[in-house]
């Protein structure tokens, strides 16, 4: 029984080799052990990629071992990323290490006797307090009347903080509610990474940062590669776990043209379409070639209705293919309106603007080649673009038609 107990506590990485999490080091080692055995509120701060998120699964998992009769209340951003985490722990908790080390330590058979969407409670729970072993919570939920012997918060701070006062402060409020919840001689236990200056981890306590430079975890040149996949400001946020001003410039290259028309025939298009107000309507052809993208765009400060003529005598002059067109705004108008005339695809939106043309447009930067008559409105747009700019038509334009195109070379997934 010690023996397994003294893995828990010392060792408890090689249990997350032993289910199958072979990259665990010696430092997620450390946090994990710390996890388990601190006494006192404590933030760690860590990069993308670093496994927190993998740790904090493995330490709530074997907290329902070594404490079977003290809860856990874990908190998310939404319902969703909590749904995942609860799953993750049932999973571990299913496994035969976990199955073998409660029958060294217990000789009992784990079992799982509650099991939902946001809820876990085992058979080595004896107490009849009522309360499950482990309890999700999203940030939209009440937490009037709980109460947690551990609480912890994972990335309940993202880039909707960054974007958003309110968001900051309804974050920060929940936060400073989960002094009331944990009970005496509880601890809160923190894991994210900073978005915002002003964000709820301004005012968590006892921070721990572990940068991409210091953990070793990613080498030099997939480092490279990430830096070159996004924004400056979003990879300080993601791996440096620093702020840098807003306002930097997304595309710091000149761009690069060509004149070979016949290059960009039988591409794809994408209509980013105003109707009415300060947007404009932009127009994007793509044709991918091996490493490089041939492209050409348009901009007209007008409603979508009044450049369908033009759209559509480029289309021909170019022997585009498919138009993808958003048809969140529109209800699907735009695409019936022009289907007669060419294929159209619709799609509905819901990625983060500032995070899709960071993804695609720039990851895909230095391998773009503008077909020459682009608009210069329509590529000043594109390097005047920052996460505030106040006009992103001709950057979300050319962001969406790389996406439909699967081009996203360098992005890495966090």
């Known amino acids: 029984m010690k023996q397994y107990l003294d893995i828990i506590t010392n060792e408890p990485?090689?249990?997350g080799h032993w289910i199958g999490f072979d990259?665990?080091?010696g430092l997620n080692n450390k946090w994990i052990s710390q996890m388990l055995l601190s006494s006192q509120d404590y933030t760690l701060l860590a990069h993308r990629g670093s496994y927190k998120s993998t740790c904090l699964s493995i330490a709530m998992a074997l907290w329902q071992i070594i404490k079977p009769n003290n809860n856990i209340i874990f908190l998310r951003k939404t319902d969703e990323d909590v749904k995942r985490s609860v799953r993750e722990v049932e999973k571990m908790l299913r496994s035969d290490t976990f199955r073998y080390l409660v029958q060294q330590i217990y000789g009992v058979e784990l079992k799982i006797t509650e099991s939902t969407m946001y809820s876990l409670t085992t058979n080595l729970k004896t107490s009849a307090d009522g309360n499950s072993q482990l309890q999700?919570?999203?940030?939209?939920?009440?937490?009037?009347?709980?109460?947690?012997?551990?609480v912890i918060t994972d990335d309940i701070v993202n880039l909707k903080d960054r974007i958003s006062p309110a968001e900051r402060k309804r974050i920060k409020m929940i936060y400073a509610e989960l002094q009331n919840i944990k009970n005496r001689g509880g601890r809160i236990l923190n894991t994210g990474t900073p978005w915002h200056k002003d964000d709820a981890i301004s005012i968590m306590p006892n921070v721990q940062r572990f940068n991409c430079y210091e953990t070793n975890?990613?080498?030099d040149s997939d480092l490279d590669a990430l830096r070159q996949s996004m924004?400056?400001?979003?990879f300080a946020a993601n791996y440096e776990l620093k702020h840098i001003a807003d306002s930097d410039a997304l595309f710091k290259t000149a761009a690069q043209f060509t004149d070979n028309t016949f290059e960009i025939f039988g591409g794809i298009a994408h209509i980013d379409a105003s109707y009415g107000g300060k947007d404009g309507t932009a127009f994007t052809i793509l044709k991918t070639q091996h490493d490089k993208n041939i492209m050409f765009g348009k901009l007209w400060k007008k409603h979508v209705d009044d450049c369908l003529e033009e759209i559509e005598m480029l289309c021909e002059h170019f022997r585009v293919g498919t138009i993808h067109i958003e048809n969140n705004a529109d209800k699907g108008y735009l695409k019936e309106k022009i289907r007669s005339q060419r294929p159209t695809k619709g799609y509905h939106e819901s990625t983060n603007k500032y995070i899709k043309i960071s993804t695609y447009l720039r990851s895909q930067w230095n391998?773009?080649?503008w077909l020459a008559g682009t608009d210069m409105e329509y590529l000043g747009e594109i390097m005047?673009?920052?996460?505030?700019?106040?006009h992103d038509d001709a950057p979300d334009s050319a962001a969406s038609i790389l996406r439909a195109a699967g081009r996203r070379q360098g992005f890495v997934t966090v």
């Open 23 to 25: 990259k665990l080091t």
């Open 217 to 219: 975890l990613i080498n």
């Open 13 to 15: 990485a090689q249990i």
């Open 136 to 150: 999700g919570i999203g940030t939209g939920s009440s937490l009037t009347g709980k109460h947690a012997d551990w």
């Open 384 to 390: 005047d673009y920052t996460e505030s700019a106040e």
């Open 231 to 234: 924004s400056p400001s979003l």
């Open 367 to 369: 391998n773009i080649w």
